[in-house]
């Protein structure tokens, strides 16, 4: 107790050091003698004994423990109790979590985080490129590298292209979820510029165009804090072995296009992820197929398009022009003179406001050509785009048929039908000013003449048919054709 008190130990130290000096059969002079390491290797370390039986029964069990832990619902205690069902006479609880952690952080001493099945998805560029060779010039073409990794199995997917930009980092990601068969709950990047256009320990702000590939994919994005090494610990792991694993074999052979390259990757990374893990009896192949693959959404039917964009105003006829196209396309008529938004894919072509899509159109690349929602149109504007000529001569036709006459005439009289439409529109618009008997009575007259226009008509009309007077026409018409007219009220 004295000496327990003159050194600060416990009592129970103080023995264990009288205890270790008697059976080494040193005197105190000896033992004063011995300089600090050899004091440490006779006091400071315990002597090492086999695990028993016991203790390697639990050990074999840690493998299949560190894979379950991994699926949904399940934790420590549901594995204990099974543990014990196999092993009655096996370690208490508390014993199993604490000679776990010391497995698993052996291990595995880098990882610190618990992943879930289907969660989520790690990606990020590689330190270092790799490089082909142009056959023809014999220049040195260095490619960007793109790392996946899955939390829970560490599938791992690796590619090359050409820059980080998004258009390669988006076809990228689309490439590993092809490569996995499915879709995680959420794709952890890091703060690239590809994929986070404003990075914010709270709120980051997404890149457009990747934040609308993750809702084609039924995904979310959870961007990698800035400065927080845990949130990517993972793939930067993953980055590491790759290294050794994928870059050593495939630094040894010459490539000569992107194709070829990412041939070469994908053979060794197929021997990668079916290699066995460091201390399990399974690879990341058989992780993931296991426990990981049923957990993940399934993939959406079509590939994402990628969409470019490009701002315009809306000119007055309710349409915006798609400059790279020089095509036009319908909005509603109340956005007219508003600057847009335009979002455009191989196939498609959508239209914003202040966020709202406002229009979706299919995308055609005529120039000059319009397309045209007829919803988007005010009424009258939508009157004007439902006029064909067949409903012209219908309409006619249900006044006279020498009306239906007198508009063939003029629909032919054009080089392009709607170059007639509004004349016909001003000539059947007399029907309800002067009555179909004079409309007709006036289009009998104006076919003798053999001029057809809706001028004709209206000088007809207004000098209200009170005998033909020649010197009205005198000018600028025929003769009239006895032959062709009908009817002797003609001349009345």
Request: aromatic share 12%; glycine share 4%.
């Amino acid at each position: 107790m004295t000496i327990a008190a003159q050194t600060d130990a416990s009592r129970n130290t103080v023995k264990k050091y009288l205890a270790a000096f008697k059976a080494s059969s040193f005197t105190f002079e000896e033992i004063d003698a011995l300089n600090d390491k050899e004091l440490e290797d006779l006091f400071g370390k315990s002597k090492e004994h086999p695990p028993t039986s016991r203790m390697q029964s639990m050990q074999r069990c840690f493998p299949q423990v560190d894979k379950e832990l991994k699926r949904t619902g399940v934790n420590r205690y549901m594995l204990w109790e099974a543990y014990r069902k196999e092993f009655p006479d096996g370690y208490q609880y508390s014993q199993f979590c604490f000679y776990y952690n010391q497995w698993k952080a052996r291990v595995n001493p880098t990882m610190h985080m618990d992943h879930k099945a289907g969660d989520k998805l790690y990606v990020d560029f590689a330190g270092e490129k790799l490089s082909y060779t142009d056959k023809d010039t014999g220049e040195v073409i260095a490619v960007e590298v793109f790392v996946a990794i899955l939390g829970a199995s560490q599938l791992t997917y690796v590619e090359a292209v050409m820059s980080q930009q998004k258009e390669d980092f988006i076809a990228a990601c689309e490439n590993t979820l092809h490569f996995i068969g499915g879709v995680p709950a959420a794709i952890v990047p890091d703060n690239l510029k590809a994929a986070v256009t404003k990075s914010s320990r709270y709120e980051p702000t997404l890149n457009e165009t990747f934040e609308d590939f993750a809702d084609h994919y039924g995904t979310t994005i959870l961007p990698a804090r800035a400065y927080r090494p845990r949130d990517k610990a993972l793939v930067e792991g993953a980055v590491k072995i790759i290294y050794t694993k994928i870059y050593a074999p495939i630094n040894r052979v010459t490539y000569h296009s992107l194709k070829e390259l990412n041939t070469g990757i994908w053979e060794a990374l197929e021997t990668h992820n079916s290699q066995l893990l460091k201390g399990r009896n399974y690879s990341r192949r058989l992780q993931f197929e296991e426990i990981e693959r049923h957990t993940l959404m399934p993939l959406p039917v079509l590939l994402y398009q990628f969409k470019k964009h490009f701002y315009a105003k809306v000119i007055k006829n309710g349409h915006v022009n798609l400059g790279p196209d020089k095509h036009y396309y319908s909005v509603p008529y109340r956005f007219i003179g508003k600057r847009v938004k335009l979002l455009y894919s191989r196939t498609i072509v959508e239209i914003y406001s202040n966020y709202e899509r406002i229009a979706l159109h299919k995308r055609a690349k005529n120039p000059y050509g319009y397309t045209t929602d007829k919803d988007h149109m005010a009424t009258t504007h939508r009157f004007v785009t439902d006029w064909t000529p067949d409903k012209f001569l219908d309409w006619a036709a249900s006044i006279h048929e020498d009306v239906r006459l007198y508009i063939l005439k003029i629909l032919d009289r054009k080089q392009h039908p709607e170059q007639a439409y509004k004349s016909c529109l001003g000539v059947l618009g007399f029907a309800k000013k002067a009555g179909n008997e004079r409309l007709t009575m006036a289009c009998q007259r104006a076919l003798s003449y053999g001029i057809h226009n809706y001028k004709t008509i209206q000088t007809i009309l207004e000098n209200k048919m009170d005998g033909y007077e020649e010197s009205m026409f005198a000018d600028e018409l025929p003769m009239p054709n006895h032959d062709n007219i009908r009817g002797k009220d003609y001349y009345k």
